[in-house]
């Protein structure tokens, strides 16, 4: 089974992606940022905001991950571009990694984007589900911060010999950190 292809995704056409430049335009607090990196996502302190910048933005992962799914060799892409554009109560993510867009609820410095399908694999009875939620902070308009919490789930009637050939107990569980910044800040 691949590794899940998280919100890696392509430039959504707005071309207002190139027009940020230092940074410290769109800070929701005025405070452009700050010198402190926060020890457990990475991300830039000083303040927090409500929602993110639209716009083309960069995913890098963060190397703090957990995996208990052992026949996923590496349940993460690294690094990629995603578009943002904001929606009534939060933001959608455009990927494009051939999964469909998906929205996130922001609001008070923090975002968290629903479960979803992000893969399926069928083989015989059973179906392997990878599930993916997204949970993180926007530290400032240009940068945010989360984990990628990840399930990968049985359905059919040989999920026990699924879990015998993958040699693992289904449901299992991953985690990927990461920091995401927008493009040209």
Same mark, same amino acid.
């Given at each position: %089974?691949?590794?899940? /292809? ?6 959504? $056409? ?7 430049? *230092?940074?410290?335009?769109?800070? *929701?607090?005025? *405070? ?28 890098? =992962?963060?190397?703090?991950? &957990? ?17 943002? =554009?904001?929606?009534?109560? /939060?933001?959608?993510? &455009? ?19 629903? !479960?979803?399908? !992000?893969?399926?694999? %069928?083989? /015989?009875? &059973? ?12 530290? %400032?308009?240009?940068? %945010?911060? $989360?984990? !990628? ?13 699924? =879990? !015998? ?9 991953? *985690? ?10």
């Amino acid at each position: %089974m691949a590794a899940p /292809g998280c919100i890696i995704v392509s430039d959504d $056409g707005d071309d207002s992606a190139g027009d940020a430049g *230092s940074g410290d335009a769109g800070s *929701s607090d005025g *405070s452009g940022g700050a010198d402190g990196m926060d020890e457990d996502t990475g991300a830039e302190g000083g303040g927090t905001a409500d929602e993110p910048t639209p716009g083309l933005w960069i995913y890098a =992962e963060t190397g703090q991950s &957990t995996n208990e799914c052992e026949f996923l060799d590496d349940p993460s892409n690294g690094w990629g571009e995603y578009g943002v =554009e904001l929606v009534d109560g /939060g933001f959608r993510v &455009t990927p494009g990694d051939d999964t469909e867009p998906f929205d996130c609820s922001s609001g008070g410095g923090s975002f968290e984007c629903p !479960q979803r399908l !992000q893969e399926e694999v %069928m083989a /015989g009875g &059973t179906t392997l589900q990878v599930l993916v939620t997204i949970e993180g902070t926007l530290p %400032m308009a240009d940068a %945010m911060a $989360g984990t !990628q919490l990840g399930e990968v789930v049985c359905e059919g009637s040989d999920c026990a010999l699924a =879990e !015998q050939l993958l040699g693992t107990t289904l449901p299992c569980s991953f *985690s990927v950190g990461f920091t995401g910044e927008r493009a040209g800040s």
